[in-house]
């Protein structure tokens, strides 16, 4: 009797026999037409395989093939700019061996075979190096360096070395232990890379989302949850971090959703700029794609291996965003083979180590100093869609990921069917990493930064207050004082917070749009209010000149920005003066910067 | 997949619609099934687990009466199929593929499992053209193109399905040619599938048409496998065919309840409300096969209509639906209570393919915008209505009191058009208008520019 064969089939499990030998883990293909499978459960010489793809047409006695190792994730140069499905094929290969429908039993390496990487080695033969050492470079799209780095487990004296031109396949060079260097190593999806140290997460990674630059910020090596029901904009937040977050390499994974929003990344990303470095998005994107109607296993294995390249960058010294589009896919994967296991079930059926599996994987993000020399710094920030069933926050996947992420930006229907985007709910949200990247903040943008925002969000909580009265005595019973700050946080909301991600000038607002918009808003709350204060009535007060100039504010480029604060600051001056007796001459008292001051 | 065919006297136990055969080697798992009993109508079924010990079969009739032990079990090698082609157009069917229309069964180009195989992402083409459906919350507020899957939400006694059969009725692309239309009844009533039907026979547009009917006395079973025939036959119409292809299922909802019975009956672990756990997967098989292929002429789109269990939006029917679907269309009842036809709620409609399909060169340059500004004041006018029912109309803001003005005229004016069907254009002047009667500041979204430039203004 020879190799295993399969015994029992059902869904996305299988059963095997004999498999005494086998591993936790293990890769395994079933079947004539070889499914890929993973080992899951060993019992006696019986097997449990969760196989990668559709099982239908598979048969009692069909034989499968052991692999020896697990499912790992081939980490080289070719990655960035590669579509990947949930088990590390690119989607572009498999298209051209079995065309445009998927076919069950795809091989596709990652990386392709053929390409010849110039490699450039930064150390001579002689020295020594340990895992994480810099061996030398590839220039793998412009603007981006793929550093070639000692496997974590190895080390040694370097025996060969040489610059060229190689294939993944081809040794670049070798440890005097025999060890072959290349180009491109292995590593299991579900083990964390080693780092050398983890570092406090506390500059920002600016998305150019003023609602997250300014409110809740998140810290390079910083992780996100983003819950929403279904249309409040979870997809569009992930979209925009992939186009504008200050993020060296983007890793994004769509893991169980829509094919067409796969579609749209491709036609989008190539065409679009980063807005930092000027050169095409996709060059330093790897998307990892396991739509919504693709075997459910792999959507789990998706996750897992998206995190992997994320380490792998980080490792060369990279801010790496690792945008998770949902995780709770991930997670009903995780139920789904559970209770085909006939495991007994937590919460809602998710078995009971779904929170404990999870925090594992955000632990997996962080700012850290990588193995090995040259010292350099690396982080991955992850920001993580959360799809709540009903929009019920809390379900355990949300509750979960709440425990685990460090910032917590909850998107609320309400304000997306009021087309309020991002919808974002300012009551809930938080960020723990708004304390720490502060001084980062008042360094870099301005020294009121910190200030300004605790005035928007003082200004939005009292807005809830008082439309809570206006809802029980109507707004008209309000004193004017109130019924002005209802008028300036309505602006708040439609000029500070709303921002379009359709829009080609606003939909990123570099973070001196976003200071001087907050700045002229409670500037031009403070003018009104001291008119008011004065004698003036709020109706006969005319706020359309310095709203109009607040718009032209948020639609102003770069080149346009002074001028266009100015113009608004003196329209802001002209209603602050509007209380006083005689016509006075412009003050110019107010300004962007000390609005909040 | 062939496999020979292989049958088999007597099963060894049955309950409900599982059958369970011992020692089936060589079952194949996902093939189709028959199954023969004396005194007893032939039934189907799909073998769902192999094993040595049990091979387990899921039938797609009624097991009443169903003995075990004298029933033949013929194993056909094939995977679930349905044959498909240009033939099909013209054609009515059951939910099993069977004709009843009194024609020969169809033989078709060529013979599909029913279960697609998922497109690969990298070969979607993105859906941007435009699906003028004549209906101005559609195509003002909530863009259809083709290859989307759009489903409606109605609830029950709203006409959900009647909207969209005006859809199909109506829709065109502009300077194309007309869809071919897949119409997969799932469970529903006579009546119901008479007066989605009734809308084409005038029309020749029958012609142009296949239909599948899953009607309320079919097998429940049936309903899992009818709209993947349709798909199926879909697929081909769009993809092979290169046409233009709209599919109408309806209703979602007793396709899910039939989803759930059968789970019931695996005794597989409940989720939310006894749906199964795979309830989002499962109905992503079928909405999935929406698209368009890059380097084909054709589409395929959908439109489904389920019925919100208690107009329940949050109930899993609609919440699964809506997690995978590119947007929704959602009934009011309150709207259509008063009269308001169609009776579209467009707060929580949506669709998430609007953008690539409007704009300048393709809709209207101001489309975006002044979207997004009916959206807000009709919101605001929502919400303002709601504090005027406590503290009367006396005591909103005079904004306030402006917006709900404006949601009365946007709800009678804007939605209510009734059987007219308008062109973009006439639904962009239908908002321009009601625009126009609002004080120009608290247009906030809509910049000067794009003010200036609106159809009519001076000089724009
Ligand atoms: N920032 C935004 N700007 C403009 N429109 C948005 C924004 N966020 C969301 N939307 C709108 O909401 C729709 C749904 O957003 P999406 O991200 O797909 O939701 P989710 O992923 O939460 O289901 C989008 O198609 C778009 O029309
Ligand atoms: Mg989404």
Redesign the pocket.
Known sequence: MSGPLVVMAAGALARLRPMREASLNELVRVGEAGLLGEVIRVEGDVATVQLFEETAGLRLGEPARPTGGPLTAELGPGLAGSVLDGVGRPLEAVARASGAFLQPGAEAATLSREHRWEFRAAIRPGSTVAGGDVLGTVDEKPGLEHRILVPPRAAGRIAALEDGSYTVDEPIGALEDGTELRLAQPWPVRVPRPVAARLRGDRPMVTGQRVFDLLFPVAQGGTVAVP?G????????EQ?LAKFAEADVVVYVGCGERGNEMAEVLEEFPALEDPRSGRSIMDRTVLVVNTSNMPVAAREASTYLGMTVAEYYRDMGYRVALLSDSLSRWAEALREIASRLQELPGEEGYPTYLSSRLGALFERAGRCAPLGKPEREGAVTFVA?VSPPGGDFSEPVTQASLRAAGALWA?DPAL?HQRQ???VDWEVSYSLYAGPTAAWFADEVGADWPDLRQEILTLLERDRELRDVAGLVGPEALEDGDRLLLQVARLVRELLIG????DPVDAFSPLARTHALAGLLVALRDGARSAIDRGRALESLDLAPAVRALSAVRRAGPDELPARVVEARSAIAALRREGTAGDQPAGGDVTAGEGGA | MTAPVRTYRGAAGASGPLLYLPDARGAVLGEWVALESPGQPARRGQVIEVGTQLTVIQLLEESHGLAPASTRVKLTGELAGMPVGLELLGRVLDGAGNPLDGLPRPVGEAWRPVWGAPLNPVRRARPADVIETGISAIDGLNTLVRGQKLPVFSGPGLPGLDLAARVVESARVPGGEPFAVVFVAIGITERETRGFLERFEDREALERTVVFLNRTSDPTLERLLAPRLALTVAEHLAFEAGLHVLVVMADITHYCEALREIAAYREEIPGRRGYPGYMYTDLATLFERAGILRDGTGSLTQLPVLTMPDDDITHPIPDLTGYITEGQIVLGRDLHRRGVSPPVDVLPS?S?L??AGIGRGRTASFHRAWADQIYALYAQGREARLTAAIVGEAGLSEADRRAVGFADRFEGEFLGQGDRRRSFDETFAVGWTLLESMPRDELLRIDDETWAARPGADGG
């Open positions: 929403g279904f249309g409040t904009g979870k997809t569009v937040i925009t869609a998107l997306a985007f991002p919808a921002q379009s991600a359709v | 949506l998430r609007m953008k």
